[in-house]
């Protein structure tokens, strides 16, 4: 006998195990089926995110991070350390303990939300009276009905053309999470977020580190401007960040990986690395799903065709997250999932795809909501900036990192904010300030009379409010 649902959702990631809980939560009879096993073969919830991504990736920054300052900059603040030592074993597996109180955290949330979660693979078998027929095949065994599906089976790391990931040599940002012993030398492939967060992990507990990346510009996403000084700092900081170049040839052998290629000047070059990261985007997962045998459209690059609202041409079959098209981020597919729930449950669920914040947790950190100077240029738009430098923020000087700045574009005649751009300590914090003012389209001036506290790293953000009618105060 089939179990019934009203809503089924495919991959318990952040898009899918949030949208389970918000349809439960709105009365919803729900279960979440999610394919991810722990080393141990048991269920592993939290998809790419929890188990390796957006959560490990920050551990081992946060622990590398802390190891890079009790060598370097703890004794400015006259901390004398001796006999510093790494110990890797203990920092992966406090990773490792980190990611498994998320797993084991939305677990309990499913319970706690009467959520059915099924450990398996979900497939549609088709169309039945009441909804749709999931087949779920794995640990889990189960035939399930319901009357809505939201389709959160997220991305995969893409690999080079005939170069598989090994995950010993050749390693996707999973084996990036996990390697054994600080590789002496480390090459990456990919300049994007992956490459720079892991990059500096690898960089701060010793590897050499080369990045190799196509694009003739650093982070074209971001602000010319921040991206500038991005590739200052993290240039200083000991990463080789090559730009411009075209791999032609890479192999791996027991001992290392040879990668050949062009750099941008026309010049043949070949690196010789102990591992390779590559990190050249992600690709959406719809393998095993039967979308095909129930007709689910996708398109040319393999992710899911929905419509502004995650609708599928499916009737009931929704789709969320890393499969459907917009920025792979996390808190997209979360809202996304909110959203869809909501409309399930017939009320208004609303993204704003202008206001989704972008972090890159290296150090210092670089985020950024609405437009970059350079769209607006193109986009013919008056605009006025205001930057204002970290070095001249009181708390920045206390804290002893004085790296980067603000910068706030507003609309030259009516002030509203149009992009808030920040390179410097607590830029993942800074930015939701600026997220919250953009949602209520305020203007910069807004953020200018607002009282910040003193001192803190948020007065640089009002200072570039101040600065973009050229008035801050302190500076
Ligand atoms: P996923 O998290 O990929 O989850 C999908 C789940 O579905 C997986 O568990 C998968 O096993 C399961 N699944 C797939 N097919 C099936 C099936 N047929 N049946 C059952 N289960 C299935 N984003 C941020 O916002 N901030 C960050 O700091 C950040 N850091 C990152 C660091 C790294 C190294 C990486 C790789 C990514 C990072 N991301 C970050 C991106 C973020 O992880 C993704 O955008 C996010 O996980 C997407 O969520 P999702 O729910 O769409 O898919
Ligand atoms: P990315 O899209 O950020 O960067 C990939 C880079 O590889 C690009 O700069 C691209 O030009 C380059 N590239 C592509 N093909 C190449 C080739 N053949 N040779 C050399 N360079 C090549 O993708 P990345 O870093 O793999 O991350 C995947 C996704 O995960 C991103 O979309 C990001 O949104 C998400 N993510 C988010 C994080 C965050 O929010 N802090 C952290 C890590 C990942």
């Given at each position: 006998m089939s179990k019934q649902f009203d809503v089924v959702v495919i991959g318990a990631g952040p898009g899918g195990y949030i949208a389970a809980i918000r349809a439960a939560q709105l009365g919803m009879s729900v279960a979440c089926i999610d394919a991810?096993?722990?080393a141990k073969g048991g269920p592993a919830p939290g998809g790419t995110c929890t188990n390796v991504g957006c959560i490990p990736s920050k551990a081992l920054l946060q622990s590398s991070e802390y190891y890079e300052h009790a060598g370097h900059h703890f004794a400015d603040h006259g901390i004398e350390v001796k006999g510093l030592g790494l110990d890797l074993d203990k920092l992966i597996s406090r990773k490792d303990t980190v990611v498994k109180q998320n797993n084991d955290g939305i677990l309990f949330l499913f319970k706690k939300n009467k959520v059915t979660f099924f450990h398996g693979t979900g497939a549609f078998s088709g169309q039945v009276d009441g909804g749709w027929s999931i087949k779920v095949s794995g640990p889990a065994e189960e035939e399930l009905v319901a009357k809505h599906v939201i389709v959160a089976t997220g991305s995969s790391p893409r690999a080079l053309p005939d170069l598989p990931f090994d995950e010993k040599q050749v390693l996707s940002n999973d084996g990036a999470l996990a390697i054994g012993a600080v590789p002496k030398r480390l090459g990456v492939i990919g300049a994007g977020v992956i490459g720079l967060e892991l990059g500096s992990v690898w960089?701060?507990?010793?590897?050499?580190?080369?990045?190799?990346?196509?694009?003739?510009t650093f982070l074209p996403a971001a602000d010319e401007q921040i991206a500038k000084e991005a590739l200052k700092v993290l240039t200083k900081q000991g990463l080789k960040i090559n730009l411009g170049v075209k791999i032609s040839d890479v192999?791996?052998?027991a001992k290392n990986v040879t990668v050949k290629y062009t750099d941008a000047a026309g010049a043949e070059q070949s690196l010789v690395v102990d591992k390779l990261i590559v990190s050249i985007g992600?690709?959406?997962?719809?393998?095993?799903?039967?979308?095909?045998?129930?007709?689910?459209?996708?398109?040319?690059?393999?992710?899911?065709?929905?419509?502004e609202d995650c609708r599928t041409g499916l009737p009931n079959?929704?789709?969320?997250?890393?499969?459907?098209?917009?920025?792979?981020?996390?808190h997209k597919a979360e809202e996304e999932g909110v959203a869809v729930a909501e409309r399930i449950a017939g009320q208004h669920g609303h993204v704003n795809f202008n206001t989704i914040p972008s972090v890159i947790y290296t150090s210092p950190e670089i985020s950024w909501v609405g437009q970059t100077e350079q769209a607006l240029k193109t986009e013919g738009r008056a605009y006025k900036a205001g930057t204002f430098p970290f070095l001249a923020n009181g708390r920045a000087r206390a804290l002893g990192d004085t790296t980067g700045m603000?910068?706030?574009i507003a609309d030259a005649k009516t002030d509203e904010i149009l992009g808030v751009h920040i390179i410097g300590p607590q830029?993942?914090?800074?930015?939701s300030e600026c997220v919250v003012a953009m949602e209520f389209r305020a203007a910069s001036e807004d953020i200018a009379r607002i009282c910040h506290a003193h001192p803190s790293l948020?007065?640089?953000?009002?200072?570039?409010?101040?600065?973009?009618?050229?008035?801050?105060?302190?500076?």
């Open positions: 991810w096993s722990n960089r701060r507990l010793g590897s050499e580190v080369t990045i190799l990346e196509a694009m003739p192999k791996s052998s992600r690709v959406p997962n719809t393998q095993g799903l039967n979308a095909e045998g129930v007709g689910l459209k996708l398109d040319e690059r393999g992710f899911v065709v929905v419509d079959v929704w789709a969320i997250g890393d499969v459907v098209r917009g920025p792979m981020l996390a603000v910068k706030v830029a993942s914090e800074l930015i948020s007065e640089a953000v009002k200072e570039a409010a101040l600065a973009v009618d050229k008035r801050s105060l302190n500076f």
